[in-house]
Structures are given as C-alpha cells and as structure tokens.
C-alpha cells in the first residue's frame, strides 16, 4: 500500500520552530519528487515547498524562504520540513505528497499525507 504518514505539527510561539516528518511506505521515496502543502481554514491549498527526485531542484515559496527547509534521509525513507520563525500567518495544516517533478499543481501529485496542523500563536 502506497502510504505517506507525517508527523511533527504541534503548537508554537511566534519565532518559534517545528520540523515535520513524512514518513513513506510501498515506495521508494528517493525514486521521487517531495511537495509540501498548506491549507489554512477559508483558503486555498498552497505550495509551500517540493524537491525534485533527482534532488537537483529545490523551490520554496516567496512566503517561506529563508525560514523553511525541505529534505530528504533516504535510508529512513522519510522526507522534513523544518520550519523556523514561524509567524502566525503560518498557520495551517500541512500535507507532504508525491510526485516526480518539484511542482506547486497538486494534480501533479498522487499519493498524499494525512496531514499535519501546525499552530503559532502567543
């Protein structure tokens, strides 16, 4: 079964720092490219950040840069977002998903996490 299982959301102080893991199963997840996702309540889902497979592109999105970073542990099979300085315009619940390119067209992905709600505030 073709599984990504995230983890890591939680709340936080502005400023403050979390690193979300998306943990896959059935595939290997090097063979592929990595997005992450928001949604925050009333809004559309966005693009956060993506890898491509080959590891060769990274992109992040205006919002994030400089305070996201995206990865990958091949031997774990598992991809992170480190997220530091959040603001509270970060809230929101991320999803990681896969695809074989590094897009923000979410019909460019096929298999996706559950789901992580991540909250800053103070």
């Known amino acids: 079964q073709l599984q990504l299982v995230e983890s890591g959301g939680g709340s936080v102080q502005p400023g403050g720092s979390l690193r979300l893991s998306c943990a896959a199963s059935g595939f290997i997840l090097g063979d592929y490219g990595i997005g992450w996702f928001r949604q925050a309540p009333g809004k559309e889902r966005e693009g956060v950040s993506c890898?491509?497979?080959?590891?060769?592109?990274?992109n992040y999105a205006d919002s994030v840069k400089g305070r996201f970073t995206t990865a990958r542990d091949k031997a774990k099979n598992t991809a992170y977002l480190q997220m530091n300085n959040l603001k509270p315009e970060d809230t929101a619940v991320y999803y990681c998903?896969?695809?074989?390119?590094?897009?923000?067209?979410?019909?460019?992905?096929?298999?996706w996490g559950q789901g992580a709600q991540v909250s800053v505030s103070s």
């Open positions: 998903a896969r695809s074989f390119e590094c897009s923000y067209f979410p019909h460019s992905y096929d298999v």
């Open positions: 890898i491509s497979s080959s590891g060769d592109n990274v």
